[in-house]
């Protein structure tokens, strides 16, 4: 569900990128996402970044 969800926030554009990738690390960290799921949400920020 937190993957969705913060599929969602990245896909609107509304985040802050550090911010996001703090919450991504902690996701990360208490395996509420998975290493792929996390790669594919950074891949996602980045692109917003550009």
């Known amino acids: 569900m ?7 926030v990245i ?16 996701y990360l960290l208490g395996n509420r996402i998975t290493i792929d799921q996390y790669n594919e949400l950074k891949s996602l920020m980045d692109s917003k970044q550009s």
């Open 2 to 8: 937190i993957y969705t969800l913060s599929k969602n």
């Open 11 to 26: 896909l609107s554009g509304n985040f802050e990128y550090n911010s996001m990738l703090n919450k991504l690390d902690v």
